[in-house]
């Protein structure tokens, strides 16, 4: 008790500590903390024993740049918008204020920073700190550093997870790291490990699909991509949104999950422990309430489970201005200093963003309110990070790195083979794709020619740095007429004048290729449907897309539709009609090639779904691992099935799986299985294939999914091949929460299903026993 009046004694009398010197550090003498030899604690440690109060807080204060406060003036004409998440202003704060507060040290991140440039010039501020403690500077770098112009752009999660190609997807993340580092920037808000299972969410897009399993497993790849052994071309990873966000009650961004213990650790907890057990450094907590309770105040949630029950050794930041919302949205908090306790105590370590922490924590540690240990608890971790990147040695990056690193050779290879990779075949009625004997082809639609394909989360790009799908068919058909017509790119305010030439048009020509979709480009205010904040009531094709595809169909049935959307959309009569249909989500810098090289056949189509498409809204919510009596009773004017399953997705060749096999039928609680499965290449083209492994619990204590994925394995085969594919299955993987909430292995029969997609008729089955 004396040691704890102590400690806030210290807090009131700092300011005259300070004033008289007596903590100032002398500059010819090399510190402990300054000291790359020692062990890192041992330099926070020491670094921790110098620092005051105000300063220990402002390493937790982080600001959006400079630069970023001045285009948020211009766009927001001076006026606050309290639900914009890209915008803020900060009342009576110039960019002078800021840099002063950096010099003082009252500010340890800022996020938004919008060059390299920029980062050095932040990083000299923070220099003339009293203690020169770095900067750690975030950014949303979620499929590249698509914030800074001429970085490599590359397809956006929900993309990258249709490869189920787990070594791609940390190929990725190393080079994202690698263009960030040499931007200046340190820390990525990446990845996002939210389960996505209401598609009207805008978000879904940047997710890795709806399965908790495949989510993991991505999410894992990412995180080690990213992070490496920390040296100086790795970041911070940071797994977000903690948690629920991918279900709201509405649709919407932000609304509420209530949600069942049950569910909590069966769906939603899984891809976020594995990110703990990868090593994740940072962590983010969600916008929404979870069962009544704001993310960021869930005491349950960010110390209960997160820290004491997992382990989690790193630190976790606010989303944008969400502390402020327990006061002002949630309503909770009747103060803004009341926000900052409920989070801080509840396990928040850092403040996104702005001016509203820093003096309400000081005087709440002042008057014993909140803990000191709770702030020392936060900055020991902010600090370790910075002194594992080695921000200490060298806050600083050359600008002819930056020019070396970004959209370099490998890193554009990269990009192509992830779009190739990632794009589904939905549809090839009677073969029709590839088309080989195309003479003249027209490419139209609102989505055909623009920079659409690089979804949210990227600013307009160099256009020589991103190839369209008109650009892309122009170059792969070299020996056929390619022509472009505008059928106009507005979805909110369509021109049904402009959908008439190409509809007049399709008759001349041997194959039409309509792209379509959504636009998830953040910068194009007004014209956006799709991203974050941009959620859906329905799931159709906005404005006169349909229209456009229906009178090309008429007047030519050689149709190849083409989605570049954020999110599933719903269109049966297209799938009902058009011959070839195209899920490209949204593939990045070269989705354009990509997209024509699978159109002619260079590229052999490979991607599978990771979400479930409904067959319209009303079969919300729609998800392959439901459980048995979601539909008992059928829907008496819509279908059962949804339009695309989870897992689908379509070959130019063929693919014949056969002899299923357990290595043993009988297995105990703590044992292991061996699946193997025959795949035969039956078709004439090379190609890949990704098997997939399901598990159903045929008897439970409590009732279990109809299926569930456990493992996946992309490989590759020639024409004529055939291939052993082996899983190994620990008794583990079968594991649930029982009727007593104990996670146990029950004893009983499993269902073991391999096959190309989750849907009935393409698995293989047998039994498996558990003693």
Not at 8 to 25: D, E, K, R, Y
């Amino acid at each position: 008790m004396v040691k704890h009046i102590g400690r806030s004694i210290a807090f009131i009398i700092f300011p005259f500590i300070f004033l008289f010197g007596s903590v100032t550090v002398k500059a010819q003498k090399k510190l402990p903390y300054q000291n790359p030899e020692l062990p890192v604690d041992v330099r926070v440690k020491d670094l921790m024993s110098r620092m005051t109060p105000e300063e220990k807080i402002g390493q937790m204060c982080q600001y959006v740049s400079i630069e970023h406060l001045k285009k948020s003036r211009e766009h927001l004409k001076g006026k606050s918008d309290k639900s914009n998440d890209q915008y803020s202003l900060y009342p009576g704060i110039t960019p002078g204020d800021m840099m002063e507060m950096t010099k003082r040290g009252e500010i340890g991140s800022y996020l938004h920073v919008k060059s390299l440039k920029e980062a050095n010039e932040l990083q000299k501020l923070a220099m003339q700190s009293r203690l020169k403690i770095p900067l750690l500077i975030g950014i949303d770098a979620i499929h590249g550093q698509a914030f800074i112009s001429g970085a490599t752009v590359y397809p956006t999660q929900l993309s990258l997870s249709s490869t189920w190609d787990d070594d791609l997807l940390y190929e990725v993340a190393k080079e994202t790291a690698q263009e960030v580092r040499a931007t200046g920037m340190h820390w990525t808000f990446s990845p996002n490990v939210e389960v996505a299972r209401d598609p009207r969410w805008g978000r879904t897009g940047e997710t890795f699909g709806e399965d908790p399993y495949l989510i993991s497993r991505m999410g894992v790849a990412f995180t080690k991509g990213y992070q490496g052994n920390f040296g100086k071309d790795n970041i911070l990873a940071c797994a977000k949104h903690f948690l629920g966000g991918g279900e709201p009650y509405n649709g919407t961004n932000a609304a509420p999950i209530d949600v069942s213990e049950r569910q909590l650790r069966e769906i939603w907890l899984p891809p976020y422990k594995a990110q703990v057990e990868a090593g994740v450094y940072t962590f983010m907590a969600a916008h929404n309430e979870v069962s009544g309770i704001p993310a960021h105040m869930n005491k349950h949630l960010l110390t209960d489970i997160l820290r004491k029950e997992w382990g989690f050794k790193g630190f976790v930041v606010s989303d944008w201005m969400d502390i402020e919302r327990i006061h002002t949205l949630h309503h909770v908090a009747k103060s803004q200093e009341e926000a900052v306790k409920l989070a801080v105590t509840a396990g928040m370590d850092m403040h996104m963003h702005g001016p509203g922490f820093l003096k309400p924590l000081a005087k709440l540690v002042r008057e014993g309110q909140v803990p000191e240990e709770d702030v020392d608890r936060a900055v020991s971790k902010i600090l370790k990070a910075k002194f594992m990147l080695g921000l200490f040695e060298n806050p600083y990056v050359d600008e002819k790195r930056e020019k070396k690193v970004l959209f370099s050779k490998k890193h554009q290879q990269t990009a192509l083979r992830a779009a190739r990779e990632g794009i589904i075949l939905l549809k090839n009625e009677n073969n029709f794709l590839p088309l080989k004997n195309a003479k003249k082809i027209l490419v139209t639609g609102p989505n055909a020619n623009n920079q659409r394909i690089l979804g949210d989360w990227a600013y307009k790009q160099p256009e020589e740095n991103v190839i369209t799908v008109y650009e892309g068919v122009k170059n792969i058909f070299k020996k056929s007429q390619v022509d472009f017509i505008n059928s106009g790119e507005s979805l909110f305010h369509p021109d049904n004048e402009l959908i008439k030439k190409p509809i007049e048009k399709a008759g001349d020509y041997d194959a039409v290729v309509v792209v379509v979709g959504s636009n998830s480009l953040r910068y194009d205010k007004g014209e956006n449907n799709c991203g974050e904040n941009i959620d859906r009531g329905s799931l159709n094709l906005m404005g006169n897309q349909l229209e456009l595809i229906k009178g090309i169909y008429a007047n030519n049935k050689n149709v190849v539709v083409v989605f570049v959307n954020g999110r599933p959309l719903s269109e049966p009569w297209i799938k009902e009609n058009i011959p070839a249909i195209i899920e490209a989500w949204e593939p990045g810098d070269f989705g354009g090639r990509a997209i024509a090289e699978v159109i002619k056949g260079d590229v052999n189509p490979s991607g599978k779904l990771t979400v479930t498409i409904p067959y319209s809204t009303g079969q919300l919510n729609n998800f392959y691992n439901y459980k048995p009596s979601s539909y008992f009773h059928p829907y008496i004017d819509i279908p059962g099935e949804p339009l695309w399953a989870f897992g689908e997705g379509l070959s130019y060749t063929t693919f014949k799986y056969s002899d299923l096999q357990l290595d043993k039928n009988t297995i105990s609680a703590n044992d292991t299985v061996t699946v193997s499965v025959k795949i035969s290449n039956t078709g004439n083209f090379d190609g890949d294939e990704i098997v997939q492994l399901y598990i159903r619990d045929d008897y439970s204590s409590a009732t279990r999914p109809v299926k569930e994925l456990k493992d996946y394995k992309r490989i590759s085969l020639k024409k004529g091949e055939t291939k052993t594919v082996k899983f190994t299955l620990p008794a583990s993987k079968l594991a649930f929460y029982d009727v007593n909430m104990n996670y146990v292995v029950e004893p009983g029969t499993f269902t073991v299903m391999v096959g190309k997609s989750s849907k009935n008729k393409d698995l293989l089955k047998t039994k498996l026993t558990v003693n």
